[in-house]
């Protein structure tokens, strides 16, 4: 017999992504969404969020992290005994506090799954495991569904820290780089005129963009961003002073501290010979 999973959100990208992973593992995929009309012919459409979770083995919340609190509050008492409720919000702190009061009947489970809806193969990438309950058990069922994924152990504080400079930062960053591309008039002859720094970060830029502005807003709105981003501001007006006052050698100092600092933990002639490889798979 077929194992039932019900997708909440499951017309949204991730959504959409988790119900062709679990169609193609067999299972019996129950899709809602209260936003959006499910196209999907193998997902079995429920009509209320409570009447896709009530016969479902496994639930999983694809829904925007904000929400994620509340709706684990609405269904958990309705969903039938020793079933899993799964969270893969980006921010855990909040998610952490309402899985942590579910009922005893429900098996909680914290994941993060750091890829987007554009890959293929699960394999090689990365899933983030918060302990609630039970950790040898949530890890297990979390294997069981996901076993091709890599995955790390951390609390959700913690966690929500990592994801500060690992998400927070690269879309915080990017952003505003993206205003700025937005208000050129002669990007055509920018492109024309580029070479592989600004063509990955181009790509990198515009492919966060591609991305939901709920999710951007949630991730730069982590608390924890707030060291990350307070320094690099400090350095970005440190830098302009030194460059306003024509101080070339403090500068220097500041790029070959960064560089020695950066070099003890990663091969930055290997990182430049991957930016080379991938600028090129692109242009083929």
């Known amino acids: 017999m077929k194992k039932k999973i019900a997708l909440i959100g499951a017309e949204g990208q991730m959504g959409k992504w988790f119900s062709k992973y679990f169609v193609e593992k067999g299972f019996e995929v129950i899709g809602y969404d209260s936003e959006r009309e499910i196209a999907d012919k193998s997902v079995i459409k429920a009509k209320s969020l409570v009447g896709a979770i009530l016969n479902a083995d496994f639930v999983i919340l694809c829904t925007p992290t904000k929400r994620t609190p509340e709706i684990i509050r609405l269904i958990a008492k309705e969903m039938k005994r020793n079933?899993?409720?799964?969270?893969?919000?980006?921010l855990k702190l909040k998610a952490i506090s309402s899985l942590s009061k579910i009922p005893e009947k429900v098996n909680p489970i914290c994941i993060h799954p750091m890829?987007?809806?554009?890959?293929k193969?699960?394999?090689?990438?990365?899933?983030?495991?918060?302990?609630i309950r039970?950790?040898?058990?949530e890890m297990i069922v979390a294997k069981s569904l996901f076993g091709e994924a890599n995955f790390v152990t951390i609390d959700a504080t913690e966690h929500d820290k990592k994801i500060a400079l690992i998400l927070g930062m690269p879309h915080l960053i990017n952003l505003a780089f993206g205003n700025i591309l937005a208000k050129d008039d002669?990007?055509?002859?920018?492109?024309?005129?580029?070479?592989?720094t600004f063509k990955a970060q181009k790509i990198l830029t515009e492919s966060?963009?591609?991305?939901?502005?709920?999710l951007i807003e949630t991730l730069i709105?982590?608390?924890?961003i707030r060291k990350f981003a307070e320094e690099f501001w400090k350095d970005i007006g440190r830098m302009l002073t030194l460059?306003?006052?024509?101080?070339?050698?403090?500068?220097?100092?500041?790029?070959?501290?960064?560089k020695e600092r950066l070099a003890k933990n990663v091969d930055l002639e290997q990182s430049y010979k991957k930016l080379i490889t991938m600028i090129n798979a692109v242009e083929k």
Do not use: V
């Open 186 to 196: 002669k990007l055509s002859l920018t492109e024309k005129m580029s070479g592989t």
């Open 83 to 90: 079933s899993y409720l799964i969270d893969i919000s980006s």
């Open 208 to 214: 966060i963009m591609t991305e939901s502005p709920e």
């Open 115 to 119: 890829f987007g809806p554009g890959i």
């Open 121 to 131: 193969k699960l394999k090689g990438h990365n899933i983030i495991s918060i302990p």
């Open 134 to 137: 039970d950790a040898k058990k």
């Open 221 to 224: 709105s982590n608390p924890e």
């Open 243 to 258: 460059i306003q006052e024509n101080k070339s050698e403090e500068i220097i100092k500041y790029i070959i501290s960064t």
